[in-house]
């Protein structure tokens, strides 16, 4: 299925329920201002092409896991436990891949560790 239009991701056994960010605002928005992320949920980043997209906690108000997926759905990098005390900084800490990316999942802190995701890791989407 066409990641654009995914519900689901699965990661090795691991299945998460996505609201899917495919346009410029819906990325912007992503999960800023909100409070929480339920376990089992998570927010699926698609983009058009694959690129060096980096990622900061503005308007952040808890931690997450981000993994950055590249287009033949490898995870290629994993920023666990990302906190919004690094928007603070100056300048603000970016959350960046290791290689060109085309989509990034964003799930409860802790996510990657207790659902053993490592890099290398295969996603799909349903």
């Known amino acids: 299925m066409n ?17 899917v960010a495919d346009t410029d605002a819906a990325r912007e928005q992503g999960l800023s201002g ?7 949920s998570g927010m699926l980043f698609v ?18 896991d981000m993994l950055f997926i590249d287009a033949s759905g490898s995870v290629v990098t994993i920023a666990a436990d990302a ?15 290791a290689s060109p990316v085309l989509y990034v999942l964003e799930v409860p802190a ?6 053993g995701v490592t890099v290398g890791e295969q996603v799909t989407f349903k």
Not at 47 to 64: A, V
Not at 110 to 115: C, I, Y
Request: net charge neutral; hydrophobic share 35%.
């Open 3 to 19: 990641p654009a239009t995914a519900r689901t991701v699965t990661i090795g056994s691991s299945t998460v329920q996505v609201e």
């Open 34 to 40: 909100r409070t929480s992320l339920g376990e089992g």
């Open 47 to 64: 983009f058009n092409s694959p690129g060096m997209y980096g990622f900061w906690m503005k308007d952040m108000n808890f931690s997450i």
């Open 83 to 97: 906190s919004p005390a690094g928007y603070h900084l100056n300048p603000p800490q970016v959350f960046n891949p």
């Open 110 to 115: 802790g996510f990657a560790a207790s659902h």
